[in-house]
């Protein structure tokens, strides 16, 4: 190796994601809640010298935050498949990044399965200001997805 790695093409397309993010989101009913709306807010910026972005996160409802994430985005060569660090308010410690890929202006992650439930995470962007983000489960191992939640986001 020649000096130190430096960030490469894939960690570029993470740049995409980079800026402040706020928008609408609907929750579905779930275990955790009644659903209804929300205002999200991201916070993302690139960071440990271009390899990762950084990923803050707030939820609010009736004006106040009612949950919290942090997140971190990188990319593994050596199984070649982005990665995303999950953790937040609700506690649980992530047994592994999910992982997913770029197709076009979307990038989808899947939880790697715990049994029959799998988790999958979109976010599709719409030109340079507008960013979709939606959450499914599945209990059937992939077969069928329910939607948890949707948002839809203008970068500042």
């Not at 659903?35 to 996160?57: E, H, K, N, P, S």
């Not at 994430?69 to 999950?86: A, L, N, Q, V």
Request: glycine share 14%.
């Amino acid at each position: 190796m020649n000096g130190m790695p430096k960030p490469d093409e894939h960690h570029a397309k993470l740049h995409r994601l980079a800026g402040t993010w706020t928008g609408e989101e609907k929750m579905n009913p779930s275990p955790w809640g009644p659903g209804g709306t929300a205002v999200g807010r991201y916070q993302c910026r690139m960071d440990v010298d271009g390899f990762f972005l950084i990923q803050d996160y707030v939820q609010q409802k009736d004006g106040q935050p009612n949950y919290r994430g942090h997140g971190i985005f990188g990319w593994d060569g050596e199984r070649k498949t982005f990665t995303w660090y999950w953790v937040d308010s609700m506690g649980q410690v992530p047994a592994a990044p999910s992982r997913g890929q770029w197709n076009g202006d979307t990038l989808v992650f899947e939880h790697e399965p715990m049994g029959e439930r799998r988790g999958r995470y979109t976010f599709e962007l719409s030109g340079d200001t507008t960013l979709l983000f939606r959450i499914e489960n599945s209990q059937d191992g992939g077969q069928s997805w329910q939607t948890f939640m949707e948002g839809r986001y203008r970068k500042a």
